[in-house]
Every structure is written in C-alpha cells, then in structure tokens.
C-alpha cells in the first residue's frame, strides 16, 4: 500500500548532529571530548529518526531534547563498532523510557548477514584467525538479539521484578535485503552499480538506500529522507561512489564522512610496520577527503553539504574547510547537537539544538 507524504509546514524538516566524530576511538587532543560518537536525528515534525549509534548516542538525544518514543527508525548504514556500540544502550534502556503500552514498535533496519568472512589485507604473511567462527559475521536482526541475551541478567530483572513489557515488544530489527537483481556480492562484487531502492515508508517519509564502497565491511549503506518538504541524504562511510551520487541527485542536503589522510599517514607509524601499512591502507580504499567530498556534492547537484563522521575528532577546522574548493555551495561543519535545515523552501544555516 502506498503512503503518501503529508505536505505541511509544521514539519520543519531538519537533523540533529548529535555525535559528529568517527573512528573506534576516543579522540585526544585539543577539543577532545567535544565530538560523540557518528550519530544523527532526522527530524520531521516531532518524529525522529535516527541514523547510526555511536558513542554517546542516548546522551546527545536528553540534550537535544528527543525522547526515545518520538523515535520511529533506527537505520544503521553499516556494522561497524563507531557506528553501532550504543545500540546496546539504545535497547537495554530505551525500553525503559517507553511507558505507553499502545506505542508503535520502532524499527531497527541494516545490514544482514553478509554469509562470508572477508578476504585478508593482501600484506597478511599467514592467514589472520577469525573469532567466533560458528558465526563471524552477524546482520542487524541477530545483533540486537545476542546484544539483548548478553544483558539478559538486567533485561530479565525489569520484566520479572518491575513487570516491565520485553524490549523486543518495542525494538524490531530487521536486515535490509539487497535487491537480488543488483549483482551483490560481499566479496566479488560488494558495490555494484545500481539504482537506489526503499527499504521504508511512513507518513512522513520515504528512505531509500544503495550500497556504498567501504571495504572489507559489505553490504554498506547510505541512505536518502524524503519528505514532502525536503529531503537529506547521509553517505554512512564511503570512498567516492557513483552510487551515492545517483542516490544524492537534487538531495537538499548532503550530509557526508571526511577524514584527513594528511593524519593517516602520521597515526600509525608507532605501530608494527605491517600491521600500520594495512591500516593506511583500509583509510585510503574506503573513505572520502573533504575535497573529495565536495566534488561528490557537485556531481550530484547537492544544495548544501555538511560533514561529519570526522576523522580525525580533534582536527583544526581548516582541515575540512577544504570542501569549499570543490563545492560552490553551503559547507557545514556541524559540532554536537547543532541543527540544520532541509526544509526545500528555507535557508539551511547551523543552530544549536535545544537543550533539556
């Protein structure tokens, strides 16, 4: 059945940054402690939709004043730690925060099961050893579950002892399936040439999807809001792709991964040679230059483009004014819990979010 958007001002399209640096780290340096974990809300009207959960991700929502029942989506654009560690949160508290037993299930949507372990760094001497594996590559649906078993202790406790509904009444996580017809393969073919499809619909949005390149991890995703006053679009963690520029054609807002290759060159020269070449290696292949970025927003006609997911979190801000070069339009650089605007018919411009 089709749902169509409902087109009312009231609705104040806009996202939340509310975790704006990558990487599995704590980030030292001037400024640290200043950026959270990737994370951010798409707002439409008073429904909330979120994409990522980094670190931090539950604070960042109290400060920005979004409650965990405004939430409708939580859409994860890939399975790696900076961008799912608090999902756990999410879930093993959110639940607590729901007390309307009529609420509507908030759905959890990303990758599957990708079937296959990775092939090594071609700079592996002997072949690396896999952990767990029985199991070493868990899709979405699987991770809230052993996420949720892992806390069974604490979970079992609120519905046996305070009479609480199970957290699964209230998160429903599901893997997005990779249209058949695309030639996916996590593998052989992890970012095949495709056209954008939907993985959600409501009456406030349309989210469509396409495979993104950020090697060894398959399938990874970005994703695309829109809504009837505007849309965004969030690039997850890419290379430059021609996907994300056919999903991101006319999009309002652009809001795309950066990071400093001139600090990946530096980070690991403390570490094992091999070990550090193989890292400079994994930045290079599967993630985007500010520059670079801006010449994506320009391909793909963006209006504004935004960065987040920084990598370094504590880089001098000069770094990814570096956008500004190949991009003739609005460049953001958003710290924590700022806003900005896709409404179609406004000016995007940065605001700090409100505060509780």
């Known amino acids: 059945m089709t749902t169509e958007t409902v087109p009312t001002p009231e609705l104040k399209p806009h996202v939340v940054a509310l975790g704006t640096a990558g990487g599995p780290r704590w980030w030292k340096g001037a400024g640290q402690g200043e950026r959270a974990g990737i994370a951010t809300a798409v707002m439409v009207g008073d429904a909330a939709y ?118 699964l009444k209230y998160f429903q996580a599901e893997d997005i399936v990779v249209p058949g017809s695309s030639g996916f393969h996590p593998n052989a073919n992890p970012t095949p040439d495709m056209e954008p499809f939907e993985v959600y619909r409501d009456d406030l949005v349309t989210v469509t999807a396409t495979l993104v390149r950020h090697p060894p991890i398959a399938p990874a995703y970005a994703f695309r809001f829109d809504t009837a006053g505007g849309s965004v679009t969030i690039s997850g963690d890419t290379a430059p792709c021609n996907n994300l520029v ?74 990814w004014r570096r956008a500004e070069e190949t991009f003739a339009g609005p460049v953001y650089v958003p710290d924590d819990l700022e806003i900005i605007s896709f409404a179609r018919d406004s000016v995007p411009s940065l605001a700090t979010a409100e505060k509780v």
């Not at 037993?101 to 071609?122: E, T």
């Not at 054609?249 to 070449?277: C, N, R």
């Not at 006609?301 to 935004?306: E, F, M, N, Q, V």
Request: charged letters at 20%.
């Open 50 to 167: 979120l994409v990522d959960m980094g670190h931090g991700v539950g604070r960042q929502l109290m400060m920005a004043g979004i409650e965990i029942p405004q939430i409708r989506g939580m859409f994860l654009t890939h399975l790696h730690s900076d961008h799912t560690i608090d999902l756990a949160s999410m879930t093993v508290f959110g639940f607590l925060h729901i007390v309307n037993p009529a609420q509507r299930p908030i759905r959890i949507l990303g990758p599957g099961n990708r079937g296959m372990l990775p092939l090594p760094s071609p700079r592996a001497t002997t072949a690396p050893e896999p952990l767990f594996s029985e199991n070493p590559t868990l899709g979405t649906r699987e991770m809230v579950e052993t996420l949720l078993r892992a806390y069974s202790t604490d979970v079992n406790d609120r519905v046996i002892d305070s009479l609480r509904p199970s957290p």
């Open 246 to 319: 056919r999903l991101a054609e006319d999009t309002d807002l652009l809001m795309h991964e950066a990071i400093d290759f001139g600090w990946v060159e530096k980070a690991y020269a403390h570490e094992e040679p091999t070990t550090a070449q193989a890292s400079v290696d994994h930045h290079h292949k599967s993630h985007t230059s500010p520059r670079q970025a801006g010449e994506i927003a320009t391909r793909a006609g963006a209006r504004a483009l935004a960065l987040h997911h920084l990598v370094p979190g504590t880089a001098d801000p000069a770094v």
